[in-house]
């Protein structure tokens, strides 16, 4: 009999697509959650062809496979926490919320990835509404940038009152808590979290780099880490943002679009 001392990890659950080029979705996700002290799995919604160029195609799974995924993992090694980022139907989105409500998922933080930094859609009509409907409300946190605060909330946001409006109408309508993240035209680096009728601003520092590739999945996959972990949301918030700066600043200079950040910047 093995009587060596046992280790215990928190554990945390991608569901999303698989990038190619590394940078952003499951690829992303498992490498935050390395980096953030915590065991990483996945369940794979589809398949991506994409570099830091643009998406050149998305082969989804089944929505059986998916089950089968997410209950493989849930019947084995039960997540702290469940991070889900792109989900490209409506079909897949439903099965998610079944199987996560089935097994009473905890700590869930959607994000609600609509269009690559590359400019391609990641998802169709169908599925904006089954993701409002059913995966915001089983959210512990939405992690919206701002043109998904617009679909979303219905409102045009051009200024950082238009952000705190956006977040307040998401959370309203939905019960969960909302990161609106700067980044997109406005408040680079600056994000807001709107819960239970408050908010508060996180400001980041800008950081000059082109490579953005990734950044939406890599902060969700970190706050997913740190509630697993057992940090409030705001301290899981405010350390997601201290590592995806630190992965920003190393200035990592990969391919010739929008490459991705050094995830394992701490790493000698
Ligand atoms: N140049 C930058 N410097 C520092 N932080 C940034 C920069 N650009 C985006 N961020 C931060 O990266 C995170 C992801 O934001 P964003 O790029 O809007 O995500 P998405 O990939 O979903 O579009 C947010 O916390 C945002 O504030
Ligand atoms: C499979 C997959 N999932 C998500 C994104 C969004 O990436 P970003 O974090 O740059 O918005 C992506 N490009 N590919």
């Known amino acids: 009999m093995y009587l060596g001392r046992h280790r215990r990890r928190k554990t945390v659950l991608t569901i999303a697509g698989s990038d190619s080029s590394g940078g952003a979705g499951i690829q992303a996700d498992l490498k935050t ?3 953030n002290g915590v065991y990483g799995m996945s369940a794979i919604t589809a398949l991506t062809a994409q570099n830091t160029t643009g998406v050149s195609g998305i082969f989804p799974v089944t929505p059986e496979f998916l089950a089968m995924q997410i209950d493989s993992v849930f ?7 469940v991070k889900i980022g792109m989900v490209s139907s409506g079909e897949l989105i439903r099965v ?3 199987r996560l409500s089935y097994y009473k998922a905890e700590n869930i933080v959607v994000d609600p990835v609509m269009i690559s930094t590359s400019g391609s859609r990641l998802l169709d009509e169908d599925a904006v509404g089954a993701l409002k409907e059913l995966l915001l409300p089983m959210a512990a946190v ?3 940038n701002i043109p998904e605060a617009e679909v979303l909330s219905g409102i045009c946001i051009r200024s950082s009152e238009d952000m705190v409006r956006a977040a307040e109408i998401i959370s309203r309508e939905y019960g969960c808590a909302v990161l609106c993240k700067g980044g997109h035209r406005l408040n680079d680096a600056n994000d807001l979290l709107y819960r239970d009728g408050g908010f508060c601003w ?5 950081i000059d780099n082109p490579n953005t590739h990734g950044t939406g999945c890599t902060l969700s996959s ?3 880490s740190g509630l697993a972990r057992g940090y409030s949301l705001e301290q899981a918030v405010e350390r997601a943002k201290e590592y995806l700066s630190g992965a920003l600043e190393a200035m990592l200079d990969l391919g010739s679009g929008s490459g991705p950040m050094d995830h394992g910047f701490q790493i000698p």
């Open 222 to 224: 970190a706050i997913a």
């Open 33 to 35: 959650m390395l980096a």
């Open 75 to 81: 019947s084995d090694i039960r997540p702290d926490a």
């Open 142 to 144: 939405a992690t919206p």
């Open 96 to 98: 998610i919320a079944e």
């Open 202 to 206: 996180f400001m980041g520092r800008r």
